[in-house]
């Protein structure tokens, strides 16, 4: 189905939707300063720079002698130990003990790793001459003060939490952290307090503001839960006002449907605009996207479909490109994707971006493979939680035979 069709038919491509909405989205750019002990996985709003040179002196990079000349015998006249310098100066013919770190004495220009050396009393012989400069870090080798040790718009990550402290970065400014509204809507939903037992007919366990707050607390986004609100349009709207005083972005799973108790969209329109709906993807087509402005400002919505599949796929494949914006992320989201040779036939029609479950894995011989976790309806969750990957259907293809290569997406987080 070309890009025409789909518009005709009412279903926006997904890559026009991505590119739609990244535009649509501006960054908040507010920041916060806080401790480095803090900072893990938060976005850097200003460079971060050196306190010191790293190393902070010339040590050494082996327990061994640091040595003064290119001779074979040595006289050892004291030790430097990591933490315990050596205060004196080495003369031609002297050498000191010295352990991995710890700083090379004035005068010293190499370091010989004691596997190769000999001690006879308080003489060091060694069998062959020590090149110049051997086993010795250099003062600034790593990092000169005042230099920038992390861009802008970098989210810090392990490495970047040691380099900072091991630079004496005490607090760092971060884009604040982002604002979410989460709620729910559907008669049928009951909380998990709810003992299995006493679930009427046809009522369901509210499992998706449960997965979706999880995903949202792993992206270091904080949630003001607005709970569960019937089919209802006086509630709904009453929920809507409050999540778009109350945070930067509104997510809702359910009612975003065709139904006759679908009352998402007709709220949204009424407090605000409705700019998304219907998309050329499976599972996912309801997705919703618009704003609720309010009295400064304005909030995002994401309403998400009902359908427990539908609603993470939606989540991670549309709302957090987004969000990357959103919260000032400098670039765009951009996941991994290869190719993988399919374990079992797939029936799909053209028309739609499928994000089919499935698992992938090297088989004996290393080749990428990949089977689809059962049976694909946007309610079974058990084919979600099996997964480890998307295996993505371009929209024009149809159905898949065995031994075909398809495009695969592995989990990132907050799907792993
Ligand atoms: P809807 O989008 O409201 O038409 O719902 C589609 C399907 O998703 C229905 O089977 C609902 O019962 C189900 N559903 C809606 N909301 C949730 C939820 N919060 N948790 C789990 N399932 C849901
Ligand atoms: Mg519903």
Redo the contacts with the bound molecule.
């Keep these: 189905m070309t890009i025409d069709t789909c518009l005709q038919k009412g279903l926006l491509p997904v890559e026009r939707a991505r590119a739609q909405l990244l535009e649509s989205v501006a960054p908040l750019r507010e920041t916060e300063t806080l401790p480095l002990e803090q900072a893990r996985g938060r976005l850097l709003a200003e460079a971060a720079s050196a306190q010191l040179d790293l190393p902070p002196c010339d040590n050494s990079a082996m327990d061994g002698y640091a040595l003064c000349g290119d001779g074979l015998q040595f006289s050892l006249v004291g030790k430097s130990l990591a933490g315990h310098p050596y205060s004196g100066a080495l003369e031609p013919g002297q050498c000191v003990r010295i352990t991995t770190g710890a700083a090379l004495p004035e005068g010293a220009d190499r370091v010989e790793m004691q596997e190769n050396i000999k001690l006879d009393d308080k003489r060091v012989l060694l069998q062959k001459a020590a090149a110049a400069g051997a086993h010795i870090r250099r003062r600034g080798e790593d990092v000169t003060s005042g230099e920038t040790l992390v861009p802008v718009g970098r989210r810090l990550k392990v490495p970047d939490i040691a380099l900072l402290a091991a630079a004496g970065v005490q607090r760092v400014t971060v884009l604040r952290r982002l604002r979410a509204a989460l709620l729910?809507?559907?008669d049928?939903?009951k909380p998990l307090s709810t003992p299995a037992a006493e679930l009427g007919t046809g009522e369901?366990?509210?499992?998706?503001?449960i997965a979706l707050r999880a995903a949202l607390e792993e992206l270091e986004i904080d949630v003001v839960d607005l709970g569960?609100q019937p089919d209802d349009p006086g509630p709904i709207r009453a929920a809507f006002e409050r999540a778009r005083d109350s945070a930067d972005i509104v997510i809702t799973?359910?009612?975003?449907?065709v139904?006759e108790?679908?009352y998402t969209r007709g709220v949204l329109e009424e407090l605000g605009q409705l700019e998304m709906w219907r998309l050329a993807i499976k599972p996912g087509k309801?997705f919703t996207f618009g704003r609720l402005p309010r009295a400064a400002g304005e909030s995002y919505f994401f309403g998400l479909?009902?359908?427990?599949v539908s609603?993470l796929v939606t989540l991670y494949q549309l709302v957090l490109p987004a969000v990357e914006k959103i919260r000032g992320a400098d670039d765009e989201l951009v996941r991994f994707q290869g190719r993988a040779r399919l374990l079992n036939p797939i029936r799909k029609s053209p028309g739609r971006l499928d994000f089919q479950r499935g698992f992938t894995y090297r088989d004996g011989d290393g080749l990428q493979v990949v089977e689809t976790t059962g049976i694909q309806g946007s309610?079974i969750l058990s084919g979600f939680s099996h997964a480890n990957c998307f295996i993505v259907l371009p929209r024009e293809s149809g159905d898949c035979d065995t031994g075909d290569w398809v495009t695969i997406e592995p989990f990132g987080a907050p799907l792993t």
């Design positions: 729910s809507v559907g049928e939903l369901i366990y509210d499992s998706n503001r569960c799973s359910g009612g975003v449907s139904g108790a679908d309801p479909p009902g359908n427990p609603a309610h």
